[in-house]
């Protein structure tokens, strides 16, 4: 192939031939200004550049849906940015004694916590908590302590193994004599503790939930709402405080070990762990598209010289561009910090077009300085029409109110300008480093040229299969969505997610509910009612529903349960340890058994039969390792079955004795800590309103919004925010789109002054995302906050790739035969696959929206290449008459 010395004498060939000219010539000089230059902004950097976590600053504060919660956060400051503690525990007692205990502790640490609050875990519950049950409930408590009344006060009076057990044999007898007594619940819970303990995961018995008559469930939790203090200087701003929580826990007894578990959630902890997901995917992909990008610029390079040239003109325009960053913004958020990767995308693409033109026309047999020369005119005019229409698609994101991807289309559009001036600048003068004549053979035919001629020789079976894949993907556009649910963006095995959707399980207490302020009393009983009788709400609550009603009933009913269970304490009296305490637990147990064998043959159909024979065949699992074991083990088997059984007894009877000390009460009367999260400082009044449906599903959440909204438009919540940030962000995308189409539209008509070749350069672009919108469904990977900055990436890269096949065709007057041999095509490929192997890295990350951006780009750049090497040559078949530029 002839390659001619000058293909355009253009005003931009021209300042460019001469700037990589003079650039060669003067190679070591700006080396070492590059040099000092790198160093002296890397220091710049490292110094002055911060770190923005706050995503509440990622969309315009003027946003209607901002303006809600913001007026919210002011009313109620102890609701915003919070974390959420959750301790789980096998007993209500040990639930409530770990938050009580762990509460007390964070109140005390003023230095990492603003507020500390546990919902229900405060003297004024403990001591009204049963005004909170329906009468009916009531009743059944009332009842079921009677019943158990001579147990209570036996054990009480001595809280051993012994003695609880002589009283169940006792009570075993009489109703195999045909007494009238509910035994179920103790014997139940008697046979569950003891499976569990010789099962290996002991497991406490609950007498608060025999108390009141219910069987004991398999979990407890209790939670804490703390409030930390956040230092958005760090780059991770809840870290000490989070280190300072878990330091707590350990020091109230709450271990790894222990039968209480402790977990956060929360918006801080969600966001903390959101961060360090990201940014260990981001590292991940890093380490694997350095290795990855180094092979495919092996092979398209293939001297050591070139593939360090483009690594190093990288490594400076990453450098520079962060230096911009730093004197322009001052930080990065969680979308800018993407800039690095966009830049290794597009700037790769820079460099490669002028090396591989360079490469090419030394091949010709033209000495090093002139090989310069054309490749710098050649690429520099290719090179500066797309650093426009990317500097146009990265820059119509300035005027949205995407804030955080208003940074980043500043910090990227200009990134393009310096990529430009870095490649045609330091590229040369790397040049000088290389021997003057590739050894490389010049090679007539490349395996990629050779690939693409069957689209070529096929040219009907193309624009056939293009038209059939555009109907299909345009049938399928109606069904492109975008996922509003945050959640779904994160790594789903990390802690506090699981925790959050563990908890969103429970409609009732779920944390995405909606809240409303009300001005007054009045208007919070007509918006509760009115919120209440939408299908879409499951309940509403309000400070009013903290008031409980028929509290004079209520009251008689625990005086009566008062008088039932009387003055019972339980005894101080430590328990025994030693052969003797083994022996009487040995035969208590022994005469349990015996008590139960009677019943069971006597009273074959009585319906607690089944319970009996359960705990029965426990009990022999017992005996059976007991029989086993040596004269300390069982002393130690004895000795835990005793604590398993009886040591929440002291929790619950004082819970119990306090819980009948309720007094009646107004709103005025509720703890400060409880009215001020529902009742403001300034007046208004607090609604949340809890949905019916999973609102993990978008349409659920789209419904219960706008319904809520319908009754209440000032509502606000994580409900809305979610929507209307994602819509919010739909549109800015759209509207930044629209605007950046319009921007590269008329910089194209500049540049190439016709409508045709306009049309050619933007064809593989909408081809290729119109299929990316298609696949999006086909691999159920919807749009979301993450990926949807793929879009002006994607754009670039689609804008770029054509603009070089077209911008090469006209000024050489190519047909497509040649053209795919040229290296034009070799680089629309090399740097299109240096791309890929950068996106799909991100494919491997944890964090759900990082890996959502890989797969997005990686398909968007593969069906960019497919549109730019496949369906555009066979478009440009004809020759075309030569336009210079």
């Not at 801080?268 to 092979?295: D, H, K, P, W």
């Not at 029989?627 to 002291?650: F, I």
């Not at 780009?857 to 210079?884: D, E, H, M, Q, Y």
Request: proline content about 4%; charged content about 20%; hydrophobic content about 50%.
């Amino acid at each position: 192939m002839t390659i001619p010395a000058k293909a355009s004498n253009s005003r931009i060939y021209d300042i460019f031939a001469r700037w990589s000219t003079i650039s060669y010539r003067y190679g070591a000089w700006i080396l070492v200004g590059a040099l000092l230059t790198a160093m002296a902004c890397s220091v710049y950097v490292s110094r002055n550049l911060g770190m923005n976590t706050d995503t509440t600053d990622m969309l315009s504060e003027h946003l209607p849906f901002r303006v809600n919660i913001k007026h919210y956060n002011k009313t109620f400051p102890q609701d915003m940015e919070t974390l959420l503690v959750v301790l789980d525990a096998p007993t209500p007692e040990q639930a409530y004694i770990a938050a009580d205990r762990l509460a007390a502790r964070l109140k005390e640490d003023t230095t990492n916590f603003h507020d500390v609050y546990p919902p229900s875990v405060n003297d004024f519950f403990a001591r009204n908590g049963l005004l909170y049950q329906s009468l009916a409930e009531l009743e059944q408590i009332t009842d079921s302590l009677a019943a158990a009344q001579p147990l209570i006060a036996h054990i009480a009076g001595d809280p051993t193994l012994p003695a609880f057990l002589s009283v169940l044999t006792g009570a075993v007898d009489e109703l195999r004599k045909g007494r009238s007594m509910d035994l179920q619940p103790v014997l139940s819970g008697l046979s569950t503790t003891l499976d569990a303990r010789l099962a290996g995961s002991p497991r406490v018995l609950s007498w608060q939930s025999l108390f009141h008559g219910e069987p004991q469930k398999s979990k407890y939790q209790e939670l804490i709402v703390v409030k930390p203090r956040l230092d958005y200087t760090l780059m991770f701003p809840a870290e000490q405080s989070i280190a300072a929580l878990h330091a707590a826990a350990k020091d109230t007894g709450v271990t790894e070990n222990g039968p209480v578990r402790l977990r956060i959630t929360g918006e801080v902890a969600l966001a903390e762990e959101e961060l360090n997901s990201s940014l260990r995917g981001m590292e991940y992909a890093g380490m694997i598209t350095f290795i990855l990008v180094a092979v495919v610029l092996y092979f398209a390079m293939r001297t050591a010289g070139l593939i360090l040239n483009v690594l190093l003109c990288l490594t400076m325009g990453l450098i520079l561009t962060a230096a911009f960053a730093t004197a322009i913004v001052g930080h990065l958020n969680l979308i800018s910090i993407a800039f690095a990767v966009l830049y290794i995308g597009l700037g790769a693409d820079f460099a490669i077009h002028f090396l591989l033109r360079y490469r090419e026309v030394l091949e010709g047999g033209l000495p090093s300085i002139e090989a310069a020369h054309i490749s710098g005119g050649d690429a520099g005019a290719a090179l500066t029409a797309c650093t426009i229409t990317n500097a146009i698609g990265f820059y119509a994101f300035m005027p949205t109110d995407y804030s955080g991807v208003a940074e980043l289309g500043i910090i990227s559009g200009t990134g393009m300008i310096i990529s430009l001036l870095v490649t045609l600048t330091l590229g040369p003068a790397l040049l000088r480093c290389l021997p003057k004549r590739l050894q490389t053979p010049s090679l007539k035919k490349g395996s990629v040229g050779k690939v693409l001629e069957f689209s070529l020789k096929w040219h009907k079976l193309t624009y056939a299969a293009t038209a059939v894949a555009a109907i299909g993907a345009i049938a399928l556009l109606p069904q492109v969505r975008f996922d509003y649910n945050l959640l779904n963006m994160q790594d789903q095995t990390g802690e506090a997610v699981r925790t959050f959707r563990e908890l969103l399980v429970d409609a009732d207490h779920s944390p995405w509910h909606a809240v409303v302020l009300a001005n007054d009393q009045k208007e919070t009983e007509r918006l509760a009612q009115r919120l209440a009788e939408l299908p879409e709400v499951n309940k509403v609550a309000t400070i009013l529903d903290f008031v409980p009603t028929e509290q004079e009933e209520k009251l008689q009913l625990i005086e009566e349960m008062a008088l039932t269970i009387g003055p019972i304490s339980v005894s101080n009296k430590a328990r025994a340890i030693g052969e003797d305490a083994s022996l009487r637990q040995r035969k208590a147990l022994d005469e349990l058994a015996v008590a139960l064998d009677r019943f069971m043959a006597e009273r074959p159909g009585h319906p607690a039969s089944g319970t009996i024979r359960i705990l029965k065949a426990s009990l022999d699992s017992l005996f059976a390792k007991l029989d086993a074991a040596s004269a300390d083990e069982k002393r130690k088997l004895l000795h835990a079955v005793e604590e398993d059984l009886l040591t929440t007894l002291p929790a619950a009877l004082r819970s119990l004795h306090t819980a009948t000390e309720a007094v009646p009460f107004k709103e005025q009367d509720l703890p400060e800590s409880l009215g001020g999260r529902w009742h403001s400082q300034s007046g208004e009044y607090r609604l949340a309103v809890y949905p019916t449906e999973d609102l993990n599903d978008n349409e659920a959440l789209r419904r219960f919004v706008r319904a809520v909204q319908e009754v209440a438009p000032n509502a606000t919540g994580a409900p809305m925010v979610s929507l209307e940030a994602g819509e919010a962000v739909v549109q800015a995308f759209v509207q930044a789109f629209l605007l950046a189409l319009l921007g590269i539209i008329v910089a194209l008509l500049i540049i190439l002054r016709s409508m045709k070749y306009m049309l050619l350069v933007l064809t593989p672009l909408l081809l290729s995302s119109l299929f990316t919108a298609a696949f999006t469904i086909l691999l159920d990977v919807p749009f979301n906050f993450a990926n949807i900055i793929a879009l002006p990436l994607l754009l670039g890269l689609g804008i770029d790739s054509s603009l070089h096949m077209v911008h090469r065709s006209l000024n050489n007057e190519m047909v497509s035969e040649v053209l795919i041999h040229t290296s034009t095509a070799r680089a629309i490929f090399y740097s299109a696959l240096t791309a890929l192997v950068d996106f799909a890295s991100l494919m491997l990350s944890s964090h759900q929206g990082t890996a959502s951006i890989g797969i997005m780009l990686t398909v968007g750049l593969t069906f960019t290449l497919i549109c730019t090497l496949v369906i555009l040559p066979a478009i440009l078949r004809t020759p075309v008459r030569s336009t210079k530029f």
